[in-house]
């Protein structure tokens, strides 16, 4: 008690009286004896307290499945596992862009093979919306399906009501913009050096004819004349 | 997942009564041994791939590490230290751990409860559990001679205190 109102005040009062008749050492004086006497003390408590007490397992193990379930614990992964599944998760991005890439460019390379395969519904969707007039180039990885063209003659496509330019440029299709064409029709009068004119059905120019060398046919958007005609296009009837 | 549950639960059934029972007799707060012993196997079940490679021994001195290390800091935190030694006496575990009130008036552990905290987790640990000081003292972050003060500090209490009963704890008579 005494030891204890010491320790709370921090001023030592002198020793012990205990202290004073003899060192705690002085018990046994035999440091081997004491320990011996101490470790059986703590082993006997220890024993006791065995015998007294009871734990709840299966309380406890219920305990530890609610605590995981909701915190949604799981034993961790091991390094390996967790390596894989980073690698996984970093590389699916890149590789679905990869994929996507490829795609764009194998289709731009070979346009007759873009014709041929059906784009999916939101390769679709992206390049049929009849999106306003554009001024730039069109991405090199948009697919174009069969029938529609680019125009890309600069300052743009002249639509002309008769394919044998006897009638004047009514109208013209701007630069970039993708038009639903019918079909071809020849200008057997070759007037202007113009031989190949398509039949727009996209309104406004619905009806009338444009020169094919002023539009992409199947090429990237700015690449007029490099194919005089879209192969796919079909030859208007009664030619 | 399914063999890892097995083992665990196998590994809790065998070592969490001995662990409750070590923090129970070494801090002085038994309404958090309830907690810390969960805490600490909870954790342990999430480490549990690497937990169990260890050997019994190593399991369950890697949760007696955590319990340690909760239990120590919930209790400097608190400053419950010596005058919270009479929880002890009065109190029970409610959930886990059941105690026979009588049996916390035993010579033993009257004796046991005259120790700090850490002396009596030092001293049940390398006494009972027999882990080396080394171990302990890296596990409480202490250096290894103040491990051994510690445990010099206990074995000097203990004996002023069981030095009477040393022939009630099945030892031979000693010389004075």
Partial sequence: ?239 | VGSADESFENFYRAASKKIALTALLSYDNPDDIDDAVQDAFTAAYRDWRRVSRFNDDGRQWYVMRAVMNKLHSQARRRKIHRRALDHLRHRHVETLLHVEEAALASEAIRAIRNLSPRQRVIAVMHWVHGVPLVEIASALGISDSAARTHLNRARTTLVKELGEQAPGLGLRAGQP
Wanted: net charge neutral; charged share 20%.
């Fill in chain 1, 1 to 239: 008690m005494i030891r204890r109102d010491w320790r709370r005040t921090g001023h030592r009062q002198g020793p012990l009286p205990s202290e004073l008749n003899a060192s705690p050492r002085a018990a046994t004086g035999n440091p081997g004896r004491e320990e011996e006497i101490a470790k059986a003390g703590v082993q006997v408590a220890y024993r006791e307290l065995e015998r007294a007490a009871s734990f709840d397992t299966d309380a406890g193990l219920a305990d530890i499945r609610r605590r995981t379930q909701i915190t949604g614990v799981k034993p961790k992964l091991g390094r390996l596992e967790l390596a894989l599944v980073t690698a996984v998760l970093i590389v699916m991005p890149i590789g679905g862009a990869a994929i996507v890439t490829t795609l764009g460019e194998g289709t731009r390379a070979t346009p007759a093979a873009s014709a041929d395969t059906a784009p999916s519904p939101s390769m679709s969707a992206r390049v049929t919306e009849p999106g306003p007039p554009v001024s730039g180039s069109i991405p090199a990885t948009e697919l174009v399906p069969p029938g529609t063209e680019i125009a890309s003659g600069h300052p743009g496509s002249p639509a002309f009501t008769d394919p044998r330019l006897d009638a004047a440029t009514v109208s013209s299709i701007p630069f970039g913009t993708r038009v639903q064409v019918a079909c071809f029709t020849l200008n057997e009068s070759r007037t202007g050096g113009m031989s190949v004119f398509y039949l727009i059905e996209t309104p406004p120019w619905n009806g009338l004819f444009a020169p094919a060398n002023t539009f992409a046919n199947g090429n990237p958007a700015g690449a007029a004349g490099a194919a005089s005609i879209d192969p796919k296009v079909v030859q208007c009837p009664g030619q």
